[in-house]
């Protein structure tokens, strides 16, 4: 059974950064789309930031362009969440998820049950 793991939240101040990773284990993600989510206490999952399998085409929801970057580093089966200029709006648990072998528009409008794996989350705390 693959595993994702996601690292890297934490406490942060306003404006500061933080990377997030998103490594897998017992699959390769080379064939796998990849997103970001987060769900901040009392609301709902948003769907944050997605990269292709294929052509590294990405998807950024639009309170996260400009500042958030996805990659991946398919060398190191793990996905990365560059977050700079960070706001108090984006704390939140983080979660990575993945799925087989779609684009980034079909990967952001499919269900969370439809994705194949899930992280745990790791908590994200921006405040001063």
């Known amino acids: 059974q693959g595993q994702l793991v996601e690292s890297g939240g934490g406490l942060v101040q306003p404006g500061e950064s933080l990377r997030l990773s998103c490594a897998a284990s017992?699959?390769?993600?080379?064939?796998?789309?990849i997103g970001w989510f987060r769900q901040a206490p009392g609301k709902g999952r948003e769907g944050v930031a997605c990269?292709?399998?294929?052509?590294?085409?990405?998807y950024y929801t639009d309170s996260v362009k400009g500042r958030f970057t996805i990659s991946r580093d398919n060398a190191k089966n793990t996905v990365y969440l560059q977050m700079n200029s960070l706001k108090p709006e984006d704390t939140a648990v983080y979660y990575c998820?993945?799925?087989?072998?779609?684009?980034?528009?079909?990967?952001?409008?499919?269900?969370?049950?439809?994705?194949?794996?899930w992280g745990q989350g790791t908590q994200v705390t921006v405040s001063s």
């Open positions: 998820a993945a799925v087989l072998g779609l684009s980034t528009a079909q990967a952001m409008v499919m269900p969370p049950r439809a994705w194949d794996y």
């Open positions: 017992r699959f390769t993600l080379d064939y796998y789309a």
């Open positions: 990269i292709s399998s294929s052509d590294g085409d990405t």
